[in-house]
């Protein structure tokens, strides 16, 4: 404690410029330790982001990729309450997601609380082409989908449920 007092002073006056007492205390073999602490404000909720490419190979298979993304894109806008004259909105649908591993939950890759949907993003051409089959249905399509717990994870959750 002695050369960081001594050096502060020498700094202090002007007799040496900054940063000696650091050189004096290196010289010892010591560094301030900066003693920083973490305050703890909170945690945000988790975000999972699936990204899906499809490349049909029919009609049939087009018609089903379609529907898929259109209900998706349903399912995570809200709906107008039919009392309020529309100033309400009826919030979006939830969403249970689970890794499964032949047909049973996977015990390794994460358990995810219930999400809502908070983004459907498609490309429909993910390789930089535009291109359809004859009857206008593209050949690719990416589908990105962002989701969002509706839990904050604790240790109770992590614990009872393993999340």
């Not at 994870?153 to 992590?158: A, G, V």
Request: negative net charge; aromatic residues 12%.
């Amino acid at each position: 404690q002695g050369k960081e007092l001594q050096g502060m002073a020498a700094e202090s006056f002007g007799d040496v410029g900054a940063g000696f007492k650091d050189l004096l205390l290196k010289s010892g073999g010591n560094a301030i330790n900066p003693q920083m602490e973490m305050l703890f404000t909170g945690t945000k909720f988790r975000n999972f982001n699936f990204v899906f490419n499809f490349y049909p190979r029919s009609q049939k298979e087009a018609l089903q990729i379609k529907e898929i993304i259109q209900t998706f894109k349903m399912y995570s806008a809200p709906e107008i309450s039919g009392s309020g004259q529309g100033r309400y909105f009826i919030v979006p649908g939830q969403f249970d997601i689970t890794y499964m591993f032949k047909g049973v939950p996977s015990t390794y890759l994460p358990k995810i609380s219930t999400c809502i949907c908070t983004e459907v993003a498609t490309d429909y051409a993910p390789g930089g082409d535009f291109v359809t089959t004859v009857d206008g249905a593209p050949i690719s399509i990416m589908l990105s989908l962002n989701f969002t717990e509706v839990d904050i994870m604790t240790r109770e959750l992590i614990e009872a449920k393993g999340y």
